[in-house]
């Protein structure tokens, strides 16, 4: 079975920095693009960004270019996102998800599965 | 990069039809047939309903059809359930450099 999973709730201050993961399994994690949302309460889905594990190409919506580093390690088929300096703004839920199929040239058959979420809360 | 355009909200009967739309540019939803729809209930994860413009997934009921026209990307569910009622997704292949744009979200209420 094809699986994102995705690390546990966070509860941070202000400033602090923090790395979530997304650890595939089921398939072969180099080969398809994992990709980050974010969910903010009550809010719609955001598009942040995406890297192909197979050799790190990463890009980002405009929206988050420069507040947050997305990452891959393939050793073991876990993608990473990151702060280095969080905001109560930044409080929401993030998935991870993989596109559905698979090469550094695919860009159709869109996000399956989804990672369960990881709920990141940001208060001092 | 701005997010597709969708209805805040679409509300319909049981058994009715209901569509949703998804209007984008052509850098994005004119450009490419990579149209893909999402159903998501509360306090869950989003699920794929759609991909390609009108392609269902495996165990998608054949309610859900999508299709598109210029610029514009629709979802229709027919036969309208109780168990419909949630929030709808689009999101598009764009040939800008962040490779992917969603949509704002439609809330379906079943009347």
């Known amino acids: 079975e094809v699986q994102l999973v995705q690390s546990g709730a966070e509860v941070k201050k202000p400033g602090e920095s923090l790395k979530i993961s997304c650890k595939g399994s089921?398939?072969?994690?180099?080969?398809?693009?994992i990709g980050w949302v974010r969910q903010m309460p009550g809010k719609g889905l955001e598009w942040m960004g995406i890297?192909?594990?197979?050799?790190?190409?990463?890009r980002y919506s405009p929206s988050f270019q420069g507040q947050v580093t997305i990452s891959a390690d393939k050793s073991i088929s876990t993608a990473y996102l990151q702060w280095s300096s969080l905001k109560a703004s930044d409080t929401a839920m993030y998935y991870c998800?993989?596109?559905?199929?698979?090469?550094?040239?695919?860009?159709?058959?869109?996000?399956?599965?989804w990672g369960q979420g990881t709920l990141v809360t940001v208060s001092s | 990069q701005s997010a597709l355009t969708q209805p805040a909200s679409v509300s319909g009967s049981p058994g009715q039809s209901i569509t949703i739309s998804c209007t984008g540019t052509?850098?994005?939803?004119?450009?490419?047939?990579?149209v893909s729809w999402y159903q998501q209930h509360p306090g869950k994860a989003p699920k794929l309903m759609i991909y390609?413009?009108?392609n269902r997934p495996s165990g998608v009921s054949n309610r859900f059809s999508g299709s598109k026209s210029g610029n514009t990307a629709s979802l229709t569910i027919s036969g309208l359930q109780a168990e419909d009622e949630a929030d709808y997704y689009c999101?598009?292949?764009?040939?800008?450099?962040?490779?992917?744009?969603f949509g704002g979200g439609t809330k379906l209420t079943v009347l």
């Open positions: 390609d413009v009108s």
């Open positions: 052509s850098s994005d939803v004119g450009g490419y047939n990579y």
């Open positions: 998800v993989r596109r559905a199929c698979s090469g550094g040239s695919c860009r159709s058959k869109g996000f399956d599965p």
């Open positions: 089921g398939y072969s994690f180099t080969s398809y693009w």
């Open positions: 999101s598009s292949y764009t040939s800008s450099s962040t490779l992917e744009v």
């Open positions: 890297i192909y594990p197979g050799d790190s190409d990463t």
